[in-house]
């Protein structure tokens, strides 16, 4: 009886082991610093940036100046079995919950203990699906590719389209996203942001663990594995610090405490270890690896430091025009670019509309005018002859060379 009762205990803690889903992200962010040496150059810089942000030494910088950003999204649905060519639905559901969970909007925020509750905080990071991809045509900021590779996102083919993978966009101005097979209890990765950009930068994420319905299999069918990744993707650590140093290692957030290592499931509050007593681990913590259900939040650190990512490695997304229908609220006049340019421009403006804008040539004869009507605007110039332009509109000028 004892034996069976054994033989059954190990058969649970087994299946337990296999359910319980892991990030590979540490372990794939070192495998890339091995194989490209440029990536590796700009992982030390960021390892300084991180280092520099936890001794409080960027406070001012991490806090100045952001308003908020809109990520254009591109999510690859790359599939080898029909069943996991997933619905555009399902990758609604799941931009819809990155809004809400970097937006501080989640409704569970009162299953945060009391002590914790209110270091959570809204990082004013928005998620769109693109609709201009990088050859400037409209777009569903959805692909649909299917492969015969298994487990492509475990074997790292997911970025080169002659091995059965898909090419990212543009990587500086989209958040690729792979949704597609990976190995075991693998759930997903991103590679972290260095100041040099990997070509594997993006997310890579298993169908059983992104978005809401569909493919989404419970414990992971709240979309919150993509929320821990996309805290990656703007240079998040887990809050245990790196895998193999313990209690010796940081995430380079001070308000999160030191913890032992990583947190299945749903831990009962308080869960110690790391002498951190008397509130022990921040399991619910996103960047853990507690189930869906019980991952709720990011700290002000956290998002200080990813606002700070986004205005370090990442601010091409501040450029990107991936996204047509959001205006930049951080603009206060308005920006035309590129600029020089062969042609077409884009005029993108702040919250005001300018009533007219006009274009003037060097002898100061006007060449066009134009009164805008959205926040972005694209205009074609490639009639005009090449050379130097002034564009005017009341309160602001900036010249524009068209080559
Ligand atoms: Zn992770």
């Given at each position: 009886m004892k034996k069976l009762l054994f033989t059954c205990f190990l058969a649970l803690l087994v299946s337990t082991i296999l359910a319980q889903g892991s990030c590979l992200t540490t372990e794939q962010t070192l495998l890339e610093m091995e194989r490209d040496a440029t990536f590796a150059g700009g992982m030390e810089a960021f390892q300084v940036l991180s280092e520099a942000f936890e001794h409080g030494t960027l406070d001012d910088a991490s806090r100045e100046g952001f308003k908020e950003v809109t990520i254009p999204v591109v999510v690859h649905v790359l599939y080898r079995l029909e069943e996991n060519n997933i619905s555009y639905d399902q990758i609604l559901s799941q931009i819809e919950v990155l809004n809400r969970d970097f937006n501080w909007q989640?409704?569970?925020?009162?299953?945060?203990?009391e002590v914790w509750r209110d270091l959570g905080a809204a990082a004013k990071i928005k998620f769109k699906l693109a609709d201009r991809d990088p050859d400037g045509n409209f777009t569903n900021g959805v692909t649909r590719t299917q492969t015969d590779v298994e487990n492509i996102g475990t074997e790292e083919l997911y970025y080169l389209a002659h091995r059965g993978g898909v090419a990212p966009w543009t990587q500086p101005f989209y958040m690729n996203i792979w949704v597609c097979e990976l190995k075991g209890n693998s759930l997903g990765f991103a590679i972290l942001p260095g100041s040099t950009m990997s070509k594997r930068d993006g997310v890579v994420i298993s169908p059983r663990a992104f978005g809401t319905m569909g493919t989404a299999k419970p414990p992971?069918?709240?979309g919150r594995t993509m929320v821990h990744e996309a805290g990656h993707y703007f240079g998040l650590r887990h809050v245990w610090g790196s895998d193999n140093e313990k209690c010796g290692s940081t995430d380079y957030i001070d308000d999160t405490p030191k913890q032992k290592a990583e947190n299945y499931g749903c831990k009962t509050f308080p869960s110690i270890s790391c002498n951190n007593g008397p509130n022990g681990d921040m399991f619910m913590n996103f960047m853990d690896y507690s189930n869906d259900v019980c991952a709720l939040l990011f700290t002000k650190r956290q998002v200080e430091f990813m606002q700070l990512v986004l205005k370090t490695n990442r601010r091409a997304m501040f450029y990107s025009n991936g996204v047509t229908s959001v205006a930049d609220p951080n603009l206060n006049e308005w920006k035309i670019y590129p600029n020089p340019s062969t042609g077409v421009v884009h005029l993108e403006f702040g919250d005001t509309l300018p009533g007219k804008m006009e274009l003037f040539n060097v002898m100061g004869e006007m060449v066009g005018q134009w009164i805008p009507a959205n926040n972005i605007e694209r205009w074609d110039l490639s009639s005009l002859p090449k050379g130097v332009y002034y564009l005017r509109s009341l309160g602001h000028h900036q010249s524009l060379i068209l080559r």
């Open positions: 989640q409704s569970d925020k009162d299953l945060i203990p992971y069918n709240l």
